[in-house]
């Protein structure tokens, strides 16, 4: 059966995104969030959307210096690619949509929090929404944590076309949800919050 996306925003209402402190401004101005794929075409560094991130990248777009995430945790040695596929082309696929955490009121799931604590240590700011808050026909979703693969049993873990499907095409329950993403950029509802942890406390990202 297709996903249930009305039973998805009952079980998982809220939507978390983790990004750098110092994009913060440029989020409010725009009140958008950018793939990186966008803001590495913006910043003049097309040829970077192919190349796994080992390490944060700084760019600059409109006067803005943003920070754009490593991509550490995505071993290619653990994947098994679908025909026609190589890393540098998933990782230009990663690197087209936003991501985001499904999750309560109390927080993201578990596979989000880990993201979080991953990098505390930055102080990093989450951003959620309320799953219905925006157009949930343009949203993907995801079975597993597509970033970072896992061998398990001997069994690597696949990417490719298949990695983000829509609701339509998605074989599991509203709880088998990993990851929600859309492809190229998602308008901020106005109500959108904003705190230094994903449990809170919450404030209002926008003034207005």
Same mark, same amino acid.
């Given at each position: 059966? $297709?996903?249930?996306?009305?039973?998805?925003?009952?079980?998982? $209402? #809220?939507?978390?995104?983790?990004? *750098?402190?110092?994009?913060?401004?440029?989020?409010?101005?725009?009140?958008?969030? #950018?793939?990186? /794929?966008?803001? &590495?075409?913006? %910043?003049?560094?097309?040829?970077?959307?192919?190349?796994?991130?080992?390490?944060?990248?700084?760019?600059?777009?409109?006067? @803005?210096?943003?920070?754009?995430?490593?991509?550490?945790?995505?071993?290619?040695?653990?994947? *098994?690619?679908?025909?026609?596929?190589? !890393?540098?082309?998933?990782?230009?696929?990663?690197?087209?949509? =936003?991501? +985001?955490?499904?999750?309560?009121? *109390?927080?993201?799931?578990?596979?989000?929090?880990?993201? +979080?604590?991953?990098?505390?240590?930055?102080?990093?700011?989450?951003?959620?929404?309320?799953?219905?808050?925006?157009?949930?026909?343009?949203? !993907? #979703?995801?079975?597993?944590?597509?970033?970072?693969?896992?061998?398990?049993?001997?069994?690597?873990?696949?990417?490719?076309?298949?990695?983000?499907?829509?609701?339509?095409?998605?074989?599991?329950?509203?709880? @088998?949800?990993?990851?929600? =993403?859309?492809?190229?950029?998602? %308008?901020? $509802? &106005? %109500?959108?919050?904003?705190?230094?942890? $994903?449990?809170?406390?919450?404030? /209002?990202?926008?003034?207005?």
């Amino acid at each position: 059966m $297709p996903l249930d996306t009305n039973s998805l925003s009952r079980v998982r $209402p #809220y939507l978390y995104h983790l990004t *750098a402190r110092q994009n913060q401004p440029a989020i409010l101005r725009s009140r958008e969030l #950018y793939c990186s /794929k966008l803001l &590495l075409d913006a %910043a003049g560094e097309r040829h970077l959307a192919t190349q796994r991130r080992i390490v944060h990248r700084s760019i600059a777009v409109d006067g @803005d210096r943003l920070l754009i995430r490593d991509q550490m945790p995505l071993a290619a040695g653990a994947i *098994a690619f679908e025909d026609g596929w190589t !890393l540098e082309r998933f990782v230009e696929h990663i690197n087209e949509h =936003v991501f +985001f955490w499904p999750g309560t009121a *109390a927080g993201p799931i578990r596979a989000g929090r880990n993201h +979080f604590e991953r990098y505390r240590g930055e102080r990093p700011v989450v951003i959620r929404f309320g799953t219905e808050s925006v157009e949930r026909s343009d949203f !993907l #979703y995801c079975l597993y944590n597509s970033g970072a693969p896992r061998c398990s049993g001997g069994k690597h873990s696949p990417r490719g076309s298949g990695t983000y499907v829509p609701a339509a095409q998605f074989h599991g329950s509203p709880s @088998d949800v990993i990851e929600v =993403v859309a492809i190229g950029s998602v %308008a901020l $509802p &106005l %109500a959108s919050e904003v705190a230094d942890d $994903p449990t809170g406390p919450w404030r /209002k990202l926008f003034s207005d």
